[in-house]
Structure formats: C-alpha cells, structure tokens
C-alpha cells in the first residue's frame, strides 16, 4: 500500500509539472499576440498621418494606398492568426505527446512495481508455507520423542522401583534385629531431651517465681475490689428491695413465732419464748399508744360532726347570700342570724380544715358567684331553685358526675367526636346558648350587672380546652387514689374507640387525640413533675453550666461563627469568604474538625440521656406506664399482621415525646431548673432532644438534617436499646393491684 501511494504521488507530481508547463506556453503566446496587437495599433497610425498630410492631395492615391494597407493588414492577421493556430495545435499535442508518454511512463512503472509486489508477495507465502511445515515437523517429530522418552521414564522408573524394593526388603531383614537397640536410643535421647526441658522450665520459674506471684496477687485483688463494687452498687441500687425483704422476712419469723406460742400444740423454743417475751406483758408503750388511738377516734368523730354541722350552715349561707345579692335582706340580718357559727367559719379558714374533706365544694360554688356580682337566673345558687325541686336536681347532677366517672365510655366518645371536628358545631351551638342566657340576664337584672354577662357570651371559647377543664375537674385532676384509677379507666375507653377510626399505624402517629392532651395535663403533677426533676436536673445542669458547649450541625453557621471569632481575636478582618455554600465549609479544615467534635459531644450526651431514661424506669408514674401498656395492647389487637418493634416504636414515642421531651426544651416550666437558660443552651436542648426523638422512633435522619446523617448508624444502634426500654415500660401491674 506505501509503493502505490508513491506511485499516485508521483503521478500527481508529473501531471503538476506539465500543466505548469502549459500554462507557461498559454502566456507566451498571449504576449505574442499582444505584441502582434501593439504593431498593428502603430500602422494604423501610422496610416491615419499619412492620410492626413495626403488630405489636400490625390483622393485615388489614398484610396489605393489604403486598399493596399487593409489588404497587408488583412493578410497579416491572416498569416498571424494561422501562426497562432499553429502554434496553439503544436503546444496542444505537445501536451498531449507528453502526457501520454509521462501515462505510459507511469503506467509501466505501476505495472513493474506491482508485479514485484505480487512476486514478493509470492515469494514470501511461499516461505511462511514452508516454515509452518518445517514447525509442524518439529513439532511431530518432538512429540514422538517426547512419547519415547515418556515410554523410557516409565520403564526406567519401574526399574529403579524394582531395584529399591530389592534393597529395602534387604534392609529392613537386616534391620529387625536392631529394634531393640533402636527403642533403647531413642529412649535414652527422649530423656535427654526432656529432663533438659523440665530443667529450662524450672530454671524459669524459679526467675520468675516473685513476680508471677505478685501479678496474681494483684489480679485477685482487683477481681475481689470489683466483686465488691458491683455489689455494693447492686446493694445500694436495690436497698428499698432488700429492706422489704428483711421486713417481709423478720414479719414472717414473727408471725410464725406468734403461731407457735398461740395455736400449735408444740412446745416453743426458748429463742421463741424470748423473742416474744415482750409481747406478753403491757408496757407504758403500749398504754400511752391505745391513749393516743382513742383521743386521735374522739378528734375525728367531733370533726366529722363539726363538718357535718358547716356543710348545714354554708347551706343556709348560701341562701342568705342569695337573699343578700337580690336586696330581700340586710346584711346586719345575715350577721346576726350567722353570728352563732361563727367558730365554724373560723376552722374553716384555717389551712387545717382545707384539708379535712370534700365538704367546702358548696362554699367555694358559691363564693364565685358573690365575687363575680350578678347571679344568674338558673343558677343553682339562686333564690329561685333554692327549693325542693332544686335540691332534687342537684341529686340529679351527682348521679350524673358519678356515672360519667365509672362510666368512662360517655366521655370518650364526646373527646372523640371532639377531636373529629365537632368542636365547631359545639361551640356554635354554645355561644347561641351563652348569648340567650346574656338576653334574659339582662332582662332580669341591672344595667351594670347585665353588661358583664353580655361580654362574657360574646367571648370566642375553646371547646376542647373547656372541656378538657370539664373532664380534668370532674376527676379531681387525679388527686387521690380512687379519681386517679378512674381517669385511667377513661384513658383506656378512649384509646379503644380512638383506634376504632383509624387503619395504619402511621394515621395514628399523626394524629393529635385529645386523650393524649389529656394525659399530658395529667403527667404534670406533683409527683410527675417530682420525677421529671429528680431525672432531668442533673443532665441538664450539666448541659447549662457548660459555657463551652456548642452542638450546632450547621457547617455553614459554624464556619461564621470561626471567622467572626477569628476576627474578634485578632481584631482585623479575616481574609476567608463569609458568603459561601455549605459544602464549601464543611471542606474548610477547621470548620470540619469542629463540625465532628459537635457531632461526637451529641452523641455522647444523647447516651448520658438514654441511660438515666433507662435507670429512672422503677421510679416513672404508674400512669404514664399504664396509659403505654393499654394503647400497645390497643394497637397490637387492631394490628395484629404488624411488626411487634413497629407497634413499640410509637408507643416509645408517646412516652417521650408527650412525658419527657417537653420538659428537656423547656425545663423551666416544669421545675426542673430554677435559672434562666440562654438561647446557645436552648438550642444545644433542641438539639438532644431532637436526637432523642429519631431514637424513640427509629427513624435515621432524612435530606431535611442531612448534615446529622452521619449519626444514622447510631441513631439504628441505640433504638433497638431504647425499643427494649420501651416494653419494659409496658410491663406493669393493673391498676386494680396497683390501688389495693
């Protein structure tokens, strides 16, 4: 292929030579006949001055004169253009000779070339030819030696086999007379070899003999200390436990002892008679206790009968009040008919009384009516219903708070309805009500008074806040025992007909019931708020006392944050870009350091949390535990085909985010800190918090805090932790037992 485009090369380079060198000739035949055209251009004239001087002379002359001019000029060009014809033809096949003879010089050139092409071409499959036969030759001929030497291995081979078998069956013959000389020398070097190494051996231990006897000393001794310091840190952890223990133990020996001095038949011991000597004799003790019971059963029977007597006479209070706000009576006939009780009125504003019983409710129903000035028409306080048919509605109104207290499923069904929307037909229908009351108050009453009530019906009312008061009253806010047992039962009716309107779990997640803002109310006790501190102050002093502490995952605020700190340090402005993007800051070398000491620090917080949720768990609030067992035993009856750690999932989420969580982002309103928290230490809370509700849930961090997703793995970690927290919070006894 290289010969023939050398050859087109070179043809290439001819045909350019010769029409180069016709172009040359075509020129020269131009200026020819430029010239050709001057010599005429000067006879002509040449001619025309001749005519001129010859004017004035013979015409004929002229005439004939020019005649022989234009036929000499005729035949000139004449003779010119044949030349150049001529000329032309001659250059024409001059070309034409030489391109044919530089064609056929080409031509046979190509054809000897490619005739050497094709024979080398020949020449050389020739030899390739012969070179595969003389390998393929080679070849068989190193295979059939290869064979042949195979063939002579083989049978050398079985040869020289042959030939050892010989000699070893001659050895050995030989040999089975040395056996025994053979076992007694290797008897002789396997002692040899083991007194030497039993003698290395103790030669060892007898330089090491100290130390090892003083490293297993110190081992025994950090086991025995540990040993003890889980103990008595088991100890210390369960001593409520143990002391009932050696009550219910030393309560057992008693009554057993007990038993054998008054009903067995068989003879008591001796330790028994004398560990129950005392109890045989009275002693100044035991008569100064039964004192002590009788005064304390006369000091309840007369306080019984005072308060009996106070609930009489605020009844009579109420009417005379009554009588005083409608102007029927003066007040100095309400004093003097009232002065005769007045040693009642005097305990009951002493604190003592407060707290003697339930008998102050008329006194406080009706001390809000005197306070707020006008009394309503159909108040049960008015003079009106202060008859017969009064009281027997105020019966009435008992039965009615009673069955709605053991009866729990009327009011969850209305905390239902509410929570599906009802609250506004409700209220409507509560403001038209409030605003005909206002009507016929002050149709009935003064101006003044009337101006008040029309006010108060035009007011804008939160149903489901009145009625969670309505409800959280009726039940005492769950101040003692039997209240509490019943707001619990209400709970669980509530949880019942509140999973009966949903399908997935994730609906329920979602929504908001009012029972669970019941709840919430409910958990913020006394002894609710009394958990929630002893649980939480410590970590979050811890949080708030650490000036340091910084846990924003923002790379970009804490990239601002290092420059505006770099600047306020050296007091000249920083040479790095305040306006960049976060993925340019979380590339700054410093920012990144610090963007990970904040992520390790949360993580380190997020399981101080954790553990003190976990070891809080005996001391929680039977309600809040109970209120958890019932909505997972709800949800897992009204989804039996769903994951068991799906279903405790959001049971952990209800206990921390409604119970715990609001009191770690506001601790001040619960009581746990007295001080006041700055913004840097409420959001480093936010923070905690918001990890502690991804590890309630068990959900990783989405694209919303994508600078947390390195924290997904841990957030997977800990939640399995905290799903085995969240059945042990479910393990509790019924409230039955619980109340007994």
């Known amino acids: 292929m290289k010969r023939i485009d050398i050859v087109v090369q070179l043809q290439c380079a001819g045909r350019r030579r010769l029409a180069e060198r016709l172009v040359e000739e075509k020129r020269q035949a131009r200026r020819y006949l430029r010239m050709v055209e001057s010599a005429t251009v000067m006879q002509r004239l040449a001619r025309m001055a001749l005519a001129k001087r010859a004017a004035g002379g013979i015409r004929a002359e002229n005439a004939r004169v020019e005649a022989e001019a234009a036929r000499a000029v005729a035949e000139k060009e004449a003779a010119m253009a044949r030349a150049i014809a001529e000329k032309e033809a001659e250059i024409a096949r001059a070309v034409a000779a030489r391109e044919a003879e530089a064609a056929r010089v080409l031509a046979a050139e190509e054809d000897a070339r490619l005739e050497a092409l094709l024979q080398e071409r020949v020449r050389r499959d020739r030899e390739r030819a012969a070179a595969e036969r003389e390998a393929e030759a080679a070849r068989l001929a190193e295979a059939r030696l290869e064979a042949e030497r195979a063939e002579l291995e083989r049978r050398m081979v079985g040869v020289q086999a042959l030939a050892r078998g010989v000699l070893a069956r001659r050895v050995f013959g030989e040999m089975r007379g040395w056996t025994a000389a053979i076992a007694r020398f290797q008897g002789v070097c396997r002692g040899v070899l083991a007194r030497r190494g039993v003698g290395s051996s103790l030669a060892t231990w007898r330089r090491v003999e100290a130390g090892a006897r003083r490293v297993q000393a110190l081992c025994r001794g950090a086991l025995v200390r540990r040993r003890l310091r889980e103990r008595r840190v088991h100890l210390r952890r369960n001593v409520n436990v143990i002391v009932r223990m050696q009550n219910l133990y030393r309560a057992k020996l008693a009554g057993k002892a007990y038993r054998t001095l008054t009903v067995e038949d ?116 008015s003079l009106k219903n202060m008859d017969k048919e009064s009281r027997r509605r105020l019966e009435g109104y008992q039965h009615l708070f009673y069955l709605l207290q053991t009866q729990p499923v009327y009011l969850a069904r209305l905390l239902f309805l509410l929570n599906q929307g009802g609250s506004k037909a409700m209220r409507q229908t509560l403001l038209a009500s409030t605003a005909a009351k206002a009507q016929q108050s002050t149709a009935a009453s003064a101006g003044g008074l009337s101006a008040k009530s029309s006010d108060a019906g035009g007011e804008e009312i939160s149903i489901s806040k009145l009625i969670e008061t309505i409800v959280l009253t009726l039940f005492g806010f769950a101040q003692n025992a039997r209240e509490e047992y019943l707001l619990l039962k209400l709970f669980c009716a509530a949880i019942q007909i509140e999973l009966s309107s949903i399908d997935t779990l994730q609906e329920f997640l979602r929504g908001n019931p009012i029972f669970i803002k019941l709840a919430v109310h409910y958990n913020r006790g006394a002894k609710e708020r009394k958990y929630l501190r002893d649980l939480l102050q410590p970590l979050i002093k811890k949080v708030i006392e650490d000036t340091d502490l910084d846990l924003e995952s923002d790379p970009l605020v804490i990239y601002r944050t290092l420059i505006r700190e770099e600047e306020s340090r050296t007091g000249e402005k920083s040479r790095r870009a305040y306006d960049i993007t976060r993925e340019d800051a979380l590339n700054d070398m410093e920012t990144r350091t610090t963007f990970i000491r904040h992520l390790r620090q949360l993580r380190v917080l997020a399981d101080e949390f954790i553990a003190a949720i976990q070891e809080s768990l005996c001391h929680m609030p039977f309600g809040m535990r109970y209120i958890a067992r019932e909505l997972r035993r709800a949800l897992t009856a009204k989804f039996p085909d769903e994951p068991e750690a799906q279903v405790m999932k959001i049971v952990g989420h209800l206990v921390y985010y409604r119970y715990i969580n609001p009191a770690i982002v506001a601790p001040e309103s619960f009581d746990v800190i007295e001080t006041s928290i700055s913004p840097l230490m409420r959001k480093n809370l936010a923070e905690i918090a918001k990890m502690l509700n991804q590890v309630s849930v068990g959900k990783h961090f989405n694209e919303d805090n994508m600078f947390l997703q390195p924290l997904n793995n841990y957030v997977g970690y800990t939640s399995a932790k905290f799903l085995q927290y969240s059945f042990e919070v479910t393990d509790v006894v019924d409230p039955e037992v619980h109340f007994q």
Request: proline share 5%.
């Open 266 to 381: 068989t003879p008591p011991t001796p330790a028994v008679v004398v560990s129950c000597a005392p109890l045989l004799e009275d002693t100044d003790q035991d008569l100064e206790e039964e004192l002590e019971l009788e005064r304390l059963r006369q000091k309840a029977v007369r306080q019984i009968r005072d308060n009996q007597q106070t609930a009489r006479v605020l009844d009579q209070l109420d009417i005379k009040i009554a009588l005083l706000v409608r102007n029927r009576i003066s007040l100095d006939e309400v004093v003097r008919m009232t002065s005769r009780h007045f040693r009642f009125l005097e305990e009951v504003r002493r604190p003592s009384a407060l707290h003697s019983g339930g008998n102050l409710r008329t006194a406080s129903g009706f001390s809000a009516y005197a306070l707020g000035g006008a009394v309503p028409a159909s108040s049960l306080y």
